[in-house]
């Protein structure tokens, strides 16, 4: 069985600003961690994925995240927010089975 | 290309009445997956098809919700005897056999009152 917990369901930073979305998982197996964007009434985008090798995983938007299974995590950054960057993060992980365990999500609020 | 689309974007039923939710996915991806999201949550599983047969319907709540897909292509999500708790926006993914990276539809919002 896999979980996934996203800490803070509401973070807010200011324009220009770090952005730090928290996601710890636990899994049986090696897992596979994924993090996807969901704009207002919109499916899920696909930010950025680990499945094996390095474990900076770079994705869309200027996004990043760092696979650190000592600490069982796979935090979610981008040096400067934009106020594009506004949605709801929902950090997932694929272990035993094809299926994926999504975290309840984190929204991120951008102030001028 | 195309995504995955889903049809109809939004449903409002009433309590007790049956619904059918459709989903197209992308074209030659093999896996299909239909996920439940309730409001102010992460998308829960509820089955996965590889091709024509439902590789794992552990992700259904009840008996009440069956799936089907008789191509390996579209795929009809039905749920009988719906309940007010059956809200929710459901969510369809599919993928390329072998792969694990889902590509979403925009999901069907469906109420039942």
């Known amino acids: 069985a896999q979980s996934v917990t996203q800490l803070g369901s509401h973070v807010s930073v200011s324009e220009g600003a770090l952005v730090l979305l928290r996601c710890n998982y636990s899994s049986s197996v090696p897992p596979y961690l994924f993090w996807y964007v969901q704009y207002p009434n919109q499916g899920l985008q696909l930010l950025l994925k680990y499945t094996t090798g390095a474990t900076l995983v770079k994705g869309i938007n200027g996004f990043e995240a760092e696979f650190k299974k000592s600490e069982t995590s796979f935090h979610l950054t981008k040096p400067s927010a934009h106020m594009s960057d506004a949605a709801e993060y929902f950090c997932?992980?694929?272990?035993?089975?094809?299926?994926?365990?999504f975290g309840g999500g984190t929204r991120l609020m951008v102030k001028p | 290309g195309a995504g995955v689309s889903q049809t109809p974007s939004n449903k409002v039923t009433e309590k007790g009445k049956y619904v059918e939710l459709r989903c197209d996915p992308i074209s030659g991806h093999t896996a299909l997956y239909w996920y439940r999201q309730s409001l102010g949550q992460g998308p829960e599983f509820l089955i996965y098809f590889q091709g024509t047969g439902a590789a794992d319907d552990s992700g259904l709540p009840n008996d009440r919700f069956f799936a089907v897909r008789p191509e390996g292509s579209v795929s009809t999500l039905k749920i009988q005897r719906t309940e007010r708790g059956d809200s929710a926006v459901y969510l369809c993914?599919?993928?390329?056999?072998?792969?694990?990276?889902?590509?979403f539809g925009p999901g069907t919002r469906l109420t039942v009152t």
């Open positions: 997932a992980v694929k272990g035993a089975g094809n299926m994926l365990t």
């Open positions: 993914a599919s993928s390329l056999a072998g792969e694990y990276e889902q590509y």
